[in-house]
């Protein structure tokens, strides 16, 4: 019998603790959600916590917000299944906050009041800047939807022995329930409070993990590494790069391609960038970054035993036959070290992973509809206050229907790889006109709009004709095949491409900058100068 379906019998058998264990995280994070929203007064406490968290605190929810399934769940798997080259997604992960860290944190905090609108609006055309940032934060965040509802079908059923696709289908449907109502009740400040628990919890779930699995092997990490690249089948190889990203000229595209994407992507990532506004001040916002940093390293680094320990202790075959993208490792690991018990409480962390990380980047989406779509555009300016949080709390309801009907056709794709098209498109539309905005005083309204639609578009469509779409056995549409882009990851060509049409829209405008605007801004982001 199959480690698989020995996990799948196991948490029959248990599954009353299993479910006592979800039961208990998903009412007590209602709770604070209920007590958070009974804060919520206005906008500034609905989007942005009413600015009343600490360094530690902010950099705490950060990790719980960058800490997703991806990470525990897709990781862990891609090392399983690729040795070497699966670990690249964790350095990738973690190389990115040196970026967020060094250009972004500090100024956006300064200059921005609640969104990423805001700060590309502030010596811009305001509607135009403003639809095109709405629509670029509301894509990102439904790409990085994807993942999560994607890891949260498939940690559910493997749980509770569920093995037919409508009850697959259920469980990503109550996933995004949970998720409205932790947004529309709670806020930022609900969902703050919410990843910050979980950012506690997952650390410990993966630090006791990787102590069995270092157990296991008396703490000899050249052992660990032997016995995984024994049980892979592949010798060595399976220690050095190439076993994935080596293989054709092709795959060692699609490896720099990765890598730009990571490496980029999180400065532009809407649901972190909004995270730096819940700070009072931009040195709160710096130190915050810095908490997230040490945080996530620790994490990424128990993400490379996790990964290891599962290529090591598992069958490669089980882990497929659960999931052919290997999104089910970590938790089979789990059942191979601590039985039942340890699968229900790293199966509970990773929902409770799951459910923290949609709340974040569907607050990030209906913020900036409601913010910048909504009061900016539509009403222009017009609308109340409590006229802007009704919007965003009906267009969380909207956003978190659309993610749920995605999330059902992306149940086999591998999570990590669909949070890397996410980098990619946050890295093409975003990054560049973030950058710009902040650093370039020529840059005007025109290359604002050619950048973000440019690196949106051509990002998203090299997407849809990819492999991650059709034409494999991991697509997401396995028996159509329609790809002519080969890469799996399009930020090769998309993020070059976003920072080229912001720079030629600019040099080709009409519009003379703002040069007065832009000395302010400059003077804003570098002191905080009349920051909100």
């Known amino acids: 019998m199959s480690i698989h379906q020995l996990a799948v019998d196991s948490a029959s058998d248990n599954r009353p603790l299993i479910i006592t264990l979800f039961s208990i995280f998903v009412l007590a994070t209602l709770g604070i959600t209920v007590w958070a929203g009974r804060q919520t007064k206005d906008a500034t ?94 894509v990102v965040s439904i790409f990085y939807l994807l993942a999560q509802m ?60 990787t102590f069995l699995v270092l157990l296991k092997f008396d703490f000899n990490v050249s052992e660990l590494l032997g016995e995984a ?28 391609s990765l890598g730009i994407a990571l490496v980029l992507g999180t400065a532009g990532l809407p649901h972190i960038l909004i995270r730096f506004y819940t700070v009072p001040t931009a040195k709160a916002a710096r130190t915050s970054v810095n908490w997230a940093i040490g945080i996530i390293g620790a994490f990424y680094l128990m993400t490379i035993a996790l990964g290891f320990g599962a290529a090591a202790l598992l069958d490669k075959t089980d882990i497929k036959n659960s999931n052919k993208a290997g ?53 222009k300016g017009q609308a109340t206050q409590k006229e802007e949080v009704r919007a965003a709390r009906w267009a969380t309801v909207g956003i978190g229907a659309v993610a749920v009907v995605l999330g059902v056709f992306a149940r086999d794709l591998n999570v990590a790889g669909l949070v890397a098209l996410a980098f990619a498109v946050a890295a093409s539309a975003n990054l560049p006109t973030i950058l710009y905005s902040l650093f370039w005083k020529r840059f005007t309204t025109q290359g604002a709009l050619w950048s973000i639609y440019g690196g949106l578009v051509s990002s998203v469509v090299l997407v849809l004709f990819s492999p991650v779409v059709s034409g494999k056995d991991t697509s997401m549409f ?8 080969p890469l799996e990851n399009p930020g090769l060509i998309s993020i070059p491409l976003g920072f080229l049409l912001g720079w030629v829209g600019s040099l080709l405008s009409k519009e003379e900058p703002d040069k007065a605007k832009y000395a302010e801004l400059e003077v804003r982001s570098l002191t905080g100068y009349g920051a909100h």
């Open 150 to 209: 994607a890891g949260a079908g498939l940690l559910v059923s493997l749980l509770l022995g569920i093995t037919n696709e409508a009850g697959k289908i259920l469980i990503v449907v109550l996933v995004g329930v949970v998720m409205i109502l932790y947004v529309s009740i709670g806020g930022m400040k609900g969902t703050t409070w919410v990843q910050m628990v979980k950012a506690v919890m997952l650390i410990a779930g993966a630090l006791l993990m």
């Open 478 to 485: 396995k028996n159509a095949d329609f790809y002519w882009f």
């Open 229 to 256: 690249a024994k049980n892979s089948k592949m010798g060595h190889a399976f220690l050095e790069p190439g076993l994935k990203y080596g293989v054709s000229g092709t795959t060692k595209l699609d490896f720099i």
């Open 327 to 379: 999104n089910t490792a970590a938790p089979l690991l789990a059942e191979e070290l601590g039985g039942p018990v340890l699968l229900a409480v790293i199966s509970a962390v990773a929902f409770a992973t799951i459910l923290a990380v949609v709340a974040g980047l569907t607050l990030a989406s209906s913020s900036s509809f409601a913010h910048d779509l909504y009061a900016n555009v539509i009403r």
């Open 45 to 138: 406490d609905f989007y942005a916590g009413g600015r009343s968290f600490s360094g530690f605190q902010n950099g705490l929810a950060i990790s719980g917000d960058y800490m997703s399934a991806a990470s525990f769940l897709g990781i862990a798997g891609a090392i399983a299944l690729a040795g070497y080259d699966g670990f690249l997604y964790s350095i990738g992960f973690l190389v990115a906050w040196l970026v967020a860290l060094l250009l972004v944190a500090e100024p956006l905090r300064n200059t921005g009041r609640y969104t990423m609108g805001d700060v590309l609006a502030y010596r811009m055309r305001q509607r135009p800047v403003r639809t095109a940032a709405g629509v670029s934060t509301i």
